[in-house]
Structures are given as C-alpha cells and as structure tokens.
C-alpha cells in the first residue's frame, strides 16, 4: 500500500494485505483480528471504482430517497442526524467474495482469504425510518444505491457499483444508514461521510459515499446486480464452467464462517508445551452461530469451544478454547462453525461458481511444538 490516494493516507492502516492498487482492494490477515471490535486502522478495504473527491464539510453532504416513495426526501447529514433516532451497533461487514482464493480451479475476482471482513460499531439511523418518512408506496419492491464514487475510468457519469435489496430487508431495523464507526466520524476511505450498512448480506450493498437512494418497482439492474455479479446458480456446477446460460439467483445472506484468530499461522511453541490457546470469531450472514468446533487432528476428534455472547443481533462471536496437545511435532488447527439451522462449514470449497462467491471453507492455521522437524 504505496501511493497516498487523495484523501487516504495507507499509513493510516495496519498489516493490510493488498489484493489490488486500483481500484484499492485490501484484506486483513486472520490474526489481525484478534480484537472484539475491529479497529479502523486494521478494518479491510473494497473498492470496486476510483475513490470520489472528499467531502469539504460532512453535515452539508446531501442524500437523496426517490422513486416509489409519496414524498421524495433530501436531506443534508446533519438534518438526517437530528430527524431521527440514533442507533449504534456492533456488526460484520464481509465481501460476497471472502473466501474467493480457495475455489480450485480459480474463481474471477479478487483473491480474498478469510480477511474480507470486520466487525466495527457502526452509528446512524435506521434506513427503515427514513423509507416511513417519505412513505412507501404499494408499488415499493427494491432498492437501489448510488455513490459518489466514478467508476474504474474515472467516469464520474458510470457508478462504480450501484446494488439493491428488497425492500423487506432495507426495512430491518438493523439496515443503518452510518456516519460514525467505532465511535469516530465515518473515515473517508470506508465511506465517509455517509454510507449504508446492510448486515449480514455482501458487502457490495453497503453503499460508500451515499448520495441517493432509489425505490424501484422492480429488482435493481445497476452495475452489480446483472449477469454472474453476486449471483450464485441456482443448480450446483461443475468446478470450471463458464456458466452461460446457467439460472442464477441473487446471493442474500452469507454462509457461516470462522477464523482462527490466535495463534497465527506458523506459530511455533515451545519444546513440551502441552495445551494452545486458541481464539477467534464466528458469524452467519442473517442467521446466528449455534457452536464453534476445533480440531488438531484432521476432524477425527473435534473439542467444542466457549462462546462469548454477541452484543447484538449481526455481531460477530468471540469463542476460545484451551486445546491438549499429545506431544511436540507439527499440527493444524481446524476451527468449524455450525449456524442455528445446522449448517457446518465444509473442510474443502464446495459450490464452485465463475464468480467465486460464499466460499466459507474451515480457516486452517499450521503450528509446531517444539524444534523444527
Ligand atoms: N460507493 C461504493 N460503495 C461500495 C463499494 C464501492 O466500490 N463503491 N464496494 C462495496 C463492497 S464490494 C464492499 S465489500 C464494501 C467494503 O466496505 P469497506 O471498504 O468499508 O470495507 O463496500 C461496498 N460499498
Ligand atoms: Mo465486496
């Protein structure tokens, strides 16, 4: 992370990986985030266009709702902060794409991990009450996003991305629309001053730069929502196929995932050490974690670990487990989460798609106890 962009300074993160300079694209390795709440200097970056000129004044940044609404709004920030209630919550923002770089053979996009994802305290208002304001109409069926950024030829004329959702889900009280994470005004380079925040979804709909948002009487078709983008096929394909022709839907809740968090990989331990602490977190799209699973030896034995409490529905779960080693030598840690409805993360990436999405293939940390062998 070289250059200084106009209004991001790379300086200002930390241990980022870089999957693309431009349009900026950065992941954050798994033992990066290690902390409850992800910290703006460590939280990954996805950009899919240039990155707009940077808002002189943040209150005066106007936003606007249109379409199937009775009463078009337009509200600068700061009339948005004072007309409605505030909300703050702890929540995942992860790519459609984490995961992408273990489809065999290799998937279009960029190569994500698991580290296309952070859990950050995101404050602002509920779009939900916005959307009551202006009042929908009968007609209402889907959004549609607009950012001030231009697209990868710098057209400002072209949305870099432009995605939507069903109105059902832009009315969930969880749906922010955010100026403030972790307690800061909204950094520039994760949208500030003003963005959406749509959990447990793609990332792709968590608008950056907001300036509008359009109701529509049918699904969106913006930059984004057509042809393979965040689709997956509706029949499972064989690994490799172009997908032509394929019926596909919508991708809408993410699958569950974990990571190791701690230790790292390659970690190595001490001659006769006999047990490893072992941390990380856990989430499941719309749905919530029913247990978290370790194993040192391939999935033979699995050992259930503690689960903290998540603060609020979309907040991510801490879990730790103090894992027995037999004896000094070479292990991999496996970690496995399980969602509410029964669904377990698979050891190998299953689901092959030309786009390389909802791949949530166990995270897998290699350790040593004792000298090298
Ligand atoms: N305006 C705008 N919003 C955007 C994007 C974009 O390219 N432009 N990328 C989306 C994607 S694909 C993701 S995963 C998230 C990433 O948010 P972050 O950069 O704050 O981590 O922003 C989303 N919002
Ligand atoms: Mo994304």
Redesign the pocket.
Known sequence: MQDRKAGFDPSDKEGLSLLSDT?LVAETPEECLDDETTPVTR???????LLPRPAEDAETWTFTLDGEVERPLRLTLAELKSRFPRKTFRMV????GNGRSFFEPEAEGNPWTHG?V?CAEWTGVALGDVLRAAGLKDTALFTG?F???PDKQGSHGRQ??SRGMPVAKALEEHTLLVWAMNGEPLPF???GPL?LVVPGW?????????TRIWIRDREHDGP?MTGLSYRLPVRPLPPGSDGKGVETRILESMPVRSIVTAPADGSRYPEGTRSIAVRGAAWAGDDTIARVEVSLDGGATWQEAALAAPRNRYDWVRWHVLLPVPSDGYYEIFARATDSRGRAQPFRAVNWNPNGYGCNVMHRVAVTVGPEV
Do not use: T, V, Y
């Open positions: 349009p939280f990954f970056i996805r950009n899919n266009g923002l992860e790519c459609g296309g952070g996003h950012g001030a950024d870099a991305m380079i994760h949208g963005r793609p990332g792709s709909l968590s608008q950056k730069w907001l984004g």
